[in-house]
């Protein structure tokens, strides 16, 4: 079983910049590819990064590539979403997600999910 709590949601103005963390409770995080997930009100949940068990590999929506970036420190058990540029567009509850698959924008092939950070952005 895996645990993970995001953080570091808010309101931030569009253009700025906003890091989430997602802290995950295993002995074993190195063994699970990362990924994270939104899911804006009415609309459903939509994959926005992920990244393999080793960090060397990285996969973006198309919405936010050149804009956000995943990564992740395997010695402390967290991973990140660095967002700049940000828009309203991007407001929305972020989930991260652990699965055994890597670089996978599937929702399904995750097996755990956080409670989600909210991201709201104003224009």
């Known amino acids: 079983q895996v645990q993970l709590v995001e953080s570091g949601g808010g309101l931030v103005q569009a253009g700025g910049s906003l890091r989430l963390s997602c802290a995950a409770s295993?002995?074993?995080?190195?063994?699970?590819?990362m990924g994270w997930f939104r899911q804006a009100p009415g609309k459903e949940r939509e994959f926005v990064a992920a990244?393999?068990?080793?960090?060397?590999?990285?996969y973006y929506a198309d919405s936010v590539k050149g804009r956000f970036t995943i990564t992740r420190d395997n010695a402390k058990n967290l991973v990140y979403l660095k967002m700049n540029s940000l828009k309203p567009e991007d407001t929305a509850v972020y989930y991260c997600?652990?699965?055994?698959?890597?670089?996978?924008?599937?929702?399904?092939?995750?097996?755990?999910w956080g409670q989600g950070t909210q991201v709201t952005v104003s224009s």
């Open positions: 997600a652990a699965g055994p698959f890597a670089n996978t924008k599937v929702a399904a092939e995750y097996d755990y």
């Open positions: 295993t002995r074993t995080f190195a063994n699970y590819a």
């Open positions: 990244i393999s068990w080793s960090g060397d590999s990285t």
